[in-house]
């Protein structure tokens, strides 16, 4: 099956005048105009079994804003096109609209239009428009060697919740709920995101949608450098580490290639790096220098490649 990175690098082939909007999750345009668009589709990104219809329109706007939050950005305004089958209720469609609504107006963002059309499954598509709060937008080609890199939050928890969710009698185990919920709800980093390219004068900026592995191979590949992870460093919550254990799984292999953590992940100099440490979220976890890829330093020592066929993919899920 054709991978995400495939499609992407034929859509910039076919369109040689878009390319410098095309590598990274916002485009930013004129007057520092910020746009971003993403789906949730049912069977591929939810299902009704598991979400409530709450969580889902939540979601679908919060997965927007971290693409906004990856460049510091302030986000202004939404367009929502729902896609809905014969099987949604009145109900069932006004809830998904309140978590909508709620996740909006958390975050200030003026819901000013869309579509609404019928489908065989629900897909819900939230573009949102911002706008750059700083010259220092968060590139990705930003990394230099010499720089440190460094992530916000804990990852693997959301997969691992994912895993929870589909796991029976999962609830039963006390610190569930918290991944389940972090998978379900995700919280975009936009203020934390604003402070970042604030406090810095150069910073290379992504969400880790798709996993930190993934974050740091875009990043490498963008900025032409080579990026030195260390696993011992990678912040871990202790809900994961208690249920990766219970479960018998490898944590750091779910917060490498997990996905849907909505944290950043990023490299700054040496320099700006001290402006960071003011955040308590954020860590530092690795380094940059000279060379190709991104590789990770196991706890024994050993340096390892990260592989993108090891990383999250919307197309295979």
Same mark, same amino acid.
């Not at 875009?218 to 450098?225: D, F, P, R, T």
């Given at each position: 099956?054709? %991978?995400?990175?495939?499609?992407?690098? #034929?859509? &910039?082939?076919?369109?040689?005048? =878009? +390319? $410098? /909007?095309?590598?990274?999750? !916002?485009?930013?345009?004129?007057?520092?105009?910020?746009?971003?668009?993403?789906?949730?589709?049912?069977?591929?990104?939810?299902?009704?079994?598991?979400?409530?219809?709450?969580?889902?329109?939540?979601?679908?706007?919060?997965?927007?804003?971290?693409?906004?939050?990856?460049?510091?950005?302030?986000?202004?305004?939404?367009?929502?096109?729902?896609?809905?089958?014969?099987?949604? %209720?009145?109900?069932?469609?006004?809830? #998904?609209? &309140?978590?909508?609504?709620?996740? =909006? +107006? $958390? /975050?200030?963002?003026?819901? !000013?239009?869309?579509?609404?059309?019928?489908?065989?499954?629900?897909?819900?598509?939230?573009?949102?428009?911002?706008?750059?709060?700083?010259?220092?937008?968060?590139?990705?080609?930003?990394?230099?060697?010499?720089?440190?890199?460094?992530?916000?939050?804990?990852?693997?928890?959301?997969?691992?919740?994912?895993?929870?969710?589909?796991?029976?009698?999962?609830?039963?185990?006390?610190?569930?709920?918290?991944?389940?919920?972090?998978?379900?709800?995700?919280?975009?980093?936009? +203020?934390?995101?604003?402070?970042?390219?604030?406090?810095?004068?150069?910073?290379?900026?992504?969400?880790?949608?798709?996993?930190?592995?993934?974050?740091?191979?875009?990043?490498?590949?963008?900025?032409?450098?080579?990026?030195?992870?260390?696993?011992?460093?990678?912040?871990?919550?202790?809900?994961?580490?208690?249920?990766?254990?219970?479960?018998?799984?490898?944590?750091?292999?779910?917060?490498?290639?997990?996905?849907?953590?909505?944290?950043?992940?990023?490299?700054?100099?040496?320099?700006?790096?001290?402006?960071? +440490?003011?955040?308590?979220?954020?860590?530092?976890?690795?380094?940059?220098?000279?060379?190709?890829?991104?590789?990770?330093?196991?706890?024994?020592?050993?340096?390892?490649?990260?592989?993108?066929?090891?990383?999250?993919?919307?197309?295979?899920?």
């Amino acid at each position: 099956m054709i %991978s995400e990175q495939q499609i992407l690098e #034929l859509i &910039r082939k076919l369109t040689p005048n =878009s +390319k $410098k /909007y095309l590598h990274d999750d !916002v485009a930013i345009l004129e007057n520092n105009l910020v746009l971003t668009t993403d789906s949730l589709i049912e069977n591929t990104h939810f299902t009704l079994k598991d979400y409530k219809p709450e969580e889902i329109g939540w979601k679908s706007v919060a997965v927007n804003l971290s693409d906004v939050a990856s460049i510091g950005a302030k986000p202004l305004y939404a367009l929502i096109s729902l896609s809905i089958s014969k099987k949604c %209720s009145y109900k069932w469609l006004k809830n #998904l609209y &309140r978590g909508i609504v709620n996740c =909006s +107006k $958390k /975050y200030k963002v003026q819901i !000013v239009g869309g579509n609404v059309a019928r489908s065989k499954e629900i897909n819900i598509t939230v573009t949102i428009i911002g706008k750059a709060t700083s010259k220092n937008n968060g590139l990705r080609s930003n990394a230099k060697p010499g720089d440190v890199v460094f992530a916000t939050g804990t990852f693997g928890d959301s997969a691992l919740g994912l895993y929870l969710l589909n796991k029976k009698n999962s609830y039963l185990i006390p610190y569930t709920s918290y991944l389940i919920n972090t998978h379900k709800v995700p919280i975009p980093q936009i +203020k934390l995101g604003q402070d970042i390219v604030r406090f810095t004068k150069r910073v290379s900026l992504m969400d880790a949608s798709d996993g930190l592995a993934d974050c740091l191979i875009q990043i490498a590949k963008e900025s032409k450098v080579k990026i030195i992870a260390k696993e011992k460093e990678i912040p871990l919550s202790k809900d994961l580490l208690n249920s990766t254990k219970q479960n018998k799984i490898n944590p750091y292999k779910l917060a490498l290639y997990g996905g849907e953590d909505y944290q950043l992940v990023g490299t700054v100099s040496k320099k700006d790096i001290k402006n960071l +440490k003011k955040f308590k979220e954020v860590k530092i976890i690795g380094e940059v220098v000279s060379g190709k890829g991104a590789f990770l330093k196991q706890s024994n020592g050993k340096i390892v490649k990260l592989d993108m066929k090891k990383a999250f993919k919307h197309f295979l899920k």
